[in-house]
């Protein structure tokens, strides 16, 4: 073996493959240092063209998603005062009375006790866009002092048919420095806690925790927080963590393509009907075990022909991939929505009334049920008229198909909405809803003689004698009350007695106005 390495060692062609390699060698490392050295050069090329930080270059770091970090932004002249006051402000060098002077119609209207919550509660809003940015402004206008906002995003061109306190100026700074900029110039002593990141579960306990920007409410729970998020997910991760936390909060759900200010309602999210958003949310709330307790702002209003709806994507975008990689995020404004600019601030300024009145005990008791439901109050009319007919038939043994009673489909639709606010004046239910007498007359069910004289089957009877009840609850009501003279303190306890009662009172005031 010795032998036949030493004699190929020795050849010829050992020695020019081994010059052949050694050239290469050479070559490449030539080559290499040479474009090491180039590299080196383009780097300080690159460096020195980079301009130095003043004031007319600044620079700022980048979050997680490539926005930039919350910073102080460059103010103007008006701006600095503003700020400058601001920390005064919130440093204590402000007249008290200054502030309840600017408070004054809110103090006359929920009292100095309401007025006093309001002031010390702390509120969380996530989402700083069209419905947050008028929420927060109510707020800050309103009494609210600590505020946390919590958005990643930035403004732009398009968010100014909405947002509603960005500028010009404004386009391209975070949404949450841009809101807490301008309230400074209108409640100074107002402290808000800016967060420009995204929300999602991870960062929730974070996120939600309780206030410490100050020592006056440090380690503060959030007396509410307000969902304003378009983003199906983190909307989703948010209200259920806060109602496994039995945290207060109040979902907005979607604005887009609604243009009917008198369909937005608050109610419970099981009730939220025709409306992408809201249906989605309620879907993957279920599978997380969560079907009700959430309070939502949603409108009734159902699409037609003509109205806005949600554009379709151009088919060239499709041919790109898949639809979902065209987001920036999961589920985030991957297909363009139109928006009414009228419209957030609609939903923005229910849900900031919502938060203020609950903080402040103000009564509040919602007709969830869509106004103008037509086929209801007919229905409830001829309900009403077929138990009369069969009531006055059982008691004066005559047939009395034909009877007229003086209530009108408006008058079915003010007890309804107005005075039962769409729901079973026994129960609360809010389905298949009849109008009912709540007790006998005290000439009965046969026909006013004095009518009758003239050809008319006419039953006398006021709207404050009628209540609101679900058909079988209606039907046990003529068999054991109507029919079966007992009274109704005798068949529903007290409580269904008295809440009864103080709807016949209202029916029997606002029927005056009406």
């Known amino acids: 073996m010795p032998h036949w390495i030493q004699h190929h060692v020795n050849s010829f062609e050992a020695q020019l493959a081994a010059t052949a390699l050694l050239s290469g060698i050479a070559v490449a490392s030539a080559i290499l240092g040479y474009q090491n050295t180039k590299r080196k050069e383009a780097v300080e090329d690159l460096k020195s063209s980079i301009p130095e930080i003043d004031e007319r270059h600044y620079a700022e770091k980048l979050t997680a998603f490539g926005l930039p970090a919350p910073v102080t932004p460059h103010l103007n002249k008006e701006d600095e005062r503003s700020a400058a006051l601001a920390r005064r402000a919130q ?17 006359a209207f929920l009292t100095d006790e309401g007025l006093s919550k309001l002031r010390s509660s702390f509120i969380i809003v996530v989402g700083c866009g069209g419905v947050g940015s008028h929420a927060v402004a109510a707020l800050a206008r309103s009494g609210v002092s600590k505020i946390r906002l919590i958005d990643f995003d930035q403004v732009t061109l398009s968010s100014l048919n909405r947002h509603a306190v960005a500028t010009l100026t ?3 700074t975070p949404k949450v420095h841009c809101i807490r900029r301008r309230l400074e110039q209108i409640t100074p002593w107002v402290f808000f806690d800016c967060r420009n990141e995204l929300f999602g579960k991870s960062a929730a306990d974070d996120l939600l925790s309780p206030w410490s920007l100050t020592s006056d409410g440090q ?15 983190s909307k989703v991760e948010l209200l259920h963590y806060c109602h496994s936390s039995s945290i207060p909060v109040i979902s907005s759900m979607g604005a887009g393509c609604k243009s009917d200010p008198t369909r937005v309602v608050v109610g419970d999210i099981s009730a939220t009907t025709d409306d992408p958003l809201s249906r989605s949310t309620r879907r993957r709330l279920k599978l997380l075990g969560v079907n009700s307790g959430i309070t939502a702002v949603f409108s009734t209003e159902k699409p037609g022909p003509g109205k806005a709806s949600l ?144 050809g008319q089957k006419f039953l006398p009877l006021d709207l404050k004698d009628l209540v609101c009840m679900t058909k079988e609850e209606a039907a046990v009501h003529e068999k054991e009350v109507l029919k079966g003279g007992k009274k109704p303190e005798n068949v529903y306890n007290e409580e269904t007695v008295q809440k009864v009662k103080q709807r016949m009172k209202e029916a029997e005031y606002y029927d005056k106005y009406r």
């Open 91 to 107: 440093q204590g060098d402000y007249d008290d009375e200054l502030i309840l002077e600017q408070l004054a119609r809110n103090r």
């Open 170 to 172: 404004d386009v391209g």
């Open 219 to 233: 380690g503060q729970k959030p007396d509410f927080v307000i969902d304003c998020i378009d983003n199906i997910s």
């Open 311 to 454: 554009l379709p994507l151009p088919e060239e975008e499709f041919s790109k991939g898949e639809v979902g990689e065209l987001g920036v995020l999961p589920d985030f404004r991957v297909r363009i929505l139109p928006v009414l600019g009228t419209m957030p601030a609609v939903f923005g300024y229910t849900v900031a009334n919502h938060v203020i009145c609950s903080i402040a005990g103000y009564p509040q008791d919602y007709t969830t049920g869509a106004k103008g439901r037509d086929k209801l109050y007919d229905s409830a009319l001829t309900a009403l008229q077929n138990m009369l007919e069969r009531l006055a038939r059982s008691e004066v043994g005559q047939d009395f198909v034909g009877l007229r009673v003086p209530i009108s489909k408006d008058d079915a639709g003010f007890l309804i909405e107005e005075i039962f606010r769409g729901k079973s004046g026994i129960s609360g239910l809010p389905n298949r809803l009849v109008l009912v007498p709540w007790g006998r007359p005290a000439q009965g069910f046969g026909p006013d003689p004095k009518w009758a004289k003239e």
